[in-house]
Each structure stands twice: as structure tokens, then as C-alpha cells.
Nanobody
């Protein structure tokens, strides 16, 4: 059974930083691509950052040079380091693991950027 559990969200002032974590169970962590998605109120869910099984990464234009996605295979954990946060980064952040047959999602973690 594959399970994803996010943590690390919270309230931060503009310009601040947060690191999100996504713990993965089910012995599939290093095999498939993973990503961090976000959904702001009234908006569609969008891909913020992704990483392939080989370690290649790509980012939403608006978060490039501010966010970094990484994975620790020994800990079966995906990370999203978010720096220079802006109010428009406020959203629920979800991690996703995609296999050839289905996608698995975490429950989400709220990130609020406000003074």
C-alpha cells in the first residue's frame, strides 16, 4: 500500500522560507517520478515542481530560482525548499507519485504567506 504524508506547512511572512516534506511508504519511492502541486482558493491545482526517477527537475516559471525539489532515497522522503516566499504562493501543497497505472496523492499541507 502506497501512502504519502506531507508536513512542514504553516504561516510565514513574505520573504521567508519553509521546507515541505513528503514521506512515502510502499517501497516505490526511488522508482517513479514525483511532484509538488499546489491549489490556491478558487484556482485549479497546478504543478509547482517535479523530479524524475533519474533526478531531473522542472519548475513552474513563477517559482524558478526560489523553490528547490529534492529527494532523499535513504529516508523515502521528497522535499520542497521554498525561499523568498510571496503572498501568491499561498495554497495547499500536495505531493504526488505517478506510476504507469495510477497516481498517489498526499493529504496536503497549508502554506500561508502573509504579514
Amino acid at each position: 500500500q502506497v501512502q504519502l504524508v506531507e508536513s512542514g506547512g504553516g504561516l510565514v511572512q513574505p520573504g521567508g522560507s519553509l521546507r515541505l516534506s513528503c514521506a512515502v511508504s510502499g517501497r516505490v519511492f526511488s522508482t517513479y517520478a514525483m511532484g509538488w502541486y499546489r491549489q490556491a482558493p478558487g484556482k485549479q491545482r497546478e504543478l509547482a515542481a517535479a523530479i524524475t526517477s533519474g533526478g531531473s527537475t522542472n519548475y513552474l516559471d513563477s517559482v524558478k530560482d526560489r523553490f528547490t525539489i529534492s529527494r532523499d532515497i535513504a529516508k523515502d522522503t521528497l522535499y520542497l525548499q521554498m525561499n523568498t516566499l510571496k503572498p501568491e504562493d499561498t495554497a495547499v501543497y500536495y505531493c504526488k507519485l505517478a506510476t504507469p497505472t495510477r497516481a498517489y496523492w498526499g493529504q496536503g499541507t497549508q502554506v500561508t504567506v502573509s504579514s
